[in-house]
């Protein structure tokens, strides 16, 4: 690939407007809270504050009119019961204290301590905050922008991806979604400069695939990839992507262009299918589950467990039941424990590296697998993730229950 080629398309503007599979340091968390005793109700509160009459509060002097301090209220016993739960780090209590009353007061004490944790050397205390407060309310936005923009200060980026969708799946109103989308624009477009800029092209490329099919994603960031992929010699995959743009009227021009300039600034891809091919290298059947679809994987040459096929996670995993119940768990390589953004709020989950993945015809060697929490009722071992999609260029015929694949020319 010419280096001029690079440079000109990656000099393309971003328009208007996941994700390599990276772990953040692999670390034991902080040792669970001592619960073994709960926060008992205050035994008395604050007399009510006496009250003024109407002709008062019309002729009483303000404290600013006497060139005085206006007077601090003292604090609730709630707050001092927080604040105090809160820098001895007894998270869990103390959101179970707040949950009592959840007062627009409390709440911002909250926010502040989280913002205070924000720095990079207390992120362990940040995660344990954020679980406690999200353990109870998974569905808080606001919470859940100010984990994922965390994430992303410190380079989680799969993480913090995940943070951002789950703040837009979750808004309550369109304000909350605009935040929400505008906030995750933001953070593609700082990604993409850091990974440009230190040139990690396969780091580049996985993190747009990942978010590709995100709810909160936007058409200006698959055409971003496509820029991308163009440059890199990937014009296969490429065509696939702006085909699908063409059908939007505001992008059959800038398709027809960006199209145009790439065939006369680089050659094609010897990788390249004769144009207009639907032909797969393989297709796998899956079982449709709702809204989902299972398919059978082998872990170890040996045992055989159904996932569900998830293009949002960025790693494949499995249920701790389902883990336990392999005959060759004992073959697992444990890794260390990571943290991951999962629909019921962040977990800090157990990362182990089997011996092999099989998936239909297609083997892979030393495969990072994690061990989350899933539900009992779930009908499935884990998710199929994208450390195992990303290796494919993939369809998914919904019609007829198919995994359609064909394999990268370069590993991922």
């Known amino acids: 690939m010419r280096a001029s080629a690079v440079a000109a398309i990656a000099a393309l503007s971003f328009g208007a407007g996941y994700l390599v599979s990276q772990y953040q340091s692999l670390q034991r968390p902080s040792p669970p809270l001592d619960r073994s005793s709960a926060l008992e109700k205050p035994a008395g509160a ?22 005085e301090a206006p007077l601090a209220l003292p604090e609730t016993d709630a707050t001092t019961d927080i604040r105090t739960l809160l820098d001895q780090g007894q998270y869990q209590d103390a959101v179970e204290r707040y949950a009592q009353s959840e007062s627009p007061e409390l709440r911002a004490v909250f926010l502040a301590h989280l913002d205070a944790l924000s720095d990079h050397s207390q992120r362990d205390a940040f995660q344990s905050l954020a679980e406690a407060w999200l353990g109870y309310y998974y569905t808080d936005t606001e919470w859940r922008l100010r984990v994922a923009r965390y994430q992303a200060e410190l380079g989680w980026q799969d993480q913090a991806a995940q943070s951002f969708e789950y703040a837009w799946q ?23 400069r850091r990974l440009s800029e230190s040139e990690e092209w396969e780091a580049l490329l996985a993190f747009y695939a990942d978010i590709r099919e995100m709810e909160v ?29 063409a059908q939007e009227p505001q992008y059959a021009a800038r398709v027809e262009a960006l199209l145009a300039r790439a065939s006369t600034e680089q050659p094609q891809s010897q990788q390249q299918r004769p144009e207009g091919s639907t032909l797969w290298d393989s297709e796998i059947a899956m079982q449709a589950h709702g809204a989902h679809f299972l398919l059978d994987v082998r872990l170890n040459q040996d045992d055989t467990i159904q996932l569900m096929l998830d293009t949002g996670a960025s790693i494949t995993s499995l249920s701790t039941d389902a883990f336990n119940a392999l005959d060759t768990r004992h073959d697992f390589e444990w890794l260390g424990q ?22 239909g015809p297609y083997q892979f060697e030393s495969v990072d697998i994690a061990v989350v929490p899933i539900p009992a009722n779930a009908h499935y071992g884990g998710v199929l993730g994208m450390n195992i999609l990303r290796q ?13 694949l064909n394999p990268q020319s370069t590993p991922r």
């Open 170 to 192: 979750y808004a309550h109103s369109d304000a909350e979604r605009n935040e929400a989308r505008s906030s995750f624009q933001r953070f593609v477009v700082d990604t993409d």
């Open 217 to 245: 994603n936007v058409a200006e960031h698959r055409f971003r990839e496509a820029e991308w992929l163009l440059s890199l010699n990937e014009r296969a995959r490429a065509e696939q992507l702006l085909a699908q743009l």
């Open 46 to 67: 604050h007399a009510p504050l006496a009250t003024r009459t109407e002709a008062q509060a019309h002729t009483a002097p303000s404290p600013q009119q006497r060139n």
């Open 392 to 404: 494919f260029e993939f369809q998914i015929d919904q019609h007829y229950a198919l995994l359609k």
């Open 338 to 359: 990571s943290q991951f953004s999962t629909a019921g709020g962040i977990v800090v989950a157990d990362v182990y590296r089997a011996t092999s993945l099989a998936l």
